[in-house]
């Protein structure tokens, strides 16, 4: 029984250690990528910014009107290196605990609003349609949240939408008032996700791994910081789709009034 009892505790703080190193390691691996995208950021803030100014050829002409469509073509994938970066780098803050939430009053149908503005472009040019269907309750809620977390929420998942729903296709973009918050949703005709995927979806770096989707993966951070941030405001999100038929992504934000401290979800 002595034997038994050691080897047990012998066990457990093997188990322990080794809890340990991962915790460690995971910690490392946040700081690593937390500094490497604040090093990315600040070249590639200068190629966007010139790229800009060529774009908008605020020197003179260009010339050749192909050049305008390069400076246009650097200008918009350097926007989604950007997006990716910032993607990433509030991905290790929350998993580091280092993520801290700026509260101030929000009125939902414009915080909507300016999200859409955001997306109009690049839906247009997919050629999707997108609407609002605001329910009385909620179109003057105002809820106590990080203005930049809830535009990042709401920007991953209308990219998503976009992303995955065929031209001609209506991306729907809502918010009802629930018993103790807001619940904003976004549904879209895509291809949908068979059903035993949808569980990993809101874990970093998971993506659907259907062979037609591929050409259209990203890293998979997307949901996965939806759900964070969402549960950093002490909310949750939900994914209901359909093969064939689209999907539609909910998330629930608490109206809290007063701020609150909420632990990065780990």
Do not use: W
């Not at 999200?115 to 309750?137: H, N, V």
């Not at 059903?195 to 949901?223: M, N």
């Amino acid at each position: 029984i002595t034997r038994d009892t050691s080897e047990r505790k012998k066990h457990e703080i093997e188990m322990m250690e080794a809890r340990e190193r991962a915790e460690a390691a995971s910690r490392t691996k946040s700081r690593f990528l937390a500094n490497m995208s604040h090093e990315l950021r600040t070249p590639l803030n200068a190629i966007i910014g010139f790229s800009e100014m060529l774009k908008l050829e605020m020197f003179g002409k260009l010339g050749h009107a192909r050049y305008v469509e390069y400076a246009q073509l650097i200008n918009e994938s350097g926007g989604l290196l950007l997006d990716l970066i910032s993607d990433i780098l509030d991905m290790s803050k929350i998993e580091a605990g280092k993520y801290e939430l700026h509260r101030e009053p929000i009125n939902v149908s414009e915080a909507i609003g300016s999200a859409l503005k955001l997306m109009y472009g690049r839906a247009e040019e997919s050629g999707l349609a997108l609407t609002t269907a605001i329910c009385t309750g909620a179109a003057s809620t105002v809820i106590f949240a990080d203005e930049r977390a809830l535009k990042q929420i709401l920007l991953n998942l209308l990219s998503n939408a976009v992303k995955f729903t065929q031209p001609g296709g209506r991306i729907i973009v809502g918010a009802d008032a629930t018993g103790s918050g807001i619940r904003f949703r976004v549904t879209d005709p895509g291809r949908g996700i068979p059903k035993e995927q949808i569980p990993r979806l809101a874990q970093p770096f998971e993506q659907v791994s259907t062979a037609a989707e591929l050409a259209k993966q990203g890293t998979g951070l997307g949901l996965a910081l939806v759900r964070s941030l969402a549960e950093l405001h002490g909310g949750s999100i939900r994914i209901e789709s359909e093969v064939g038929r689209g999907t539609t992504v909910t998330v629930d934000i608490p109206t809290n009034e007063t701020p609150a401290l909420f632990q990065a979800v780990k």
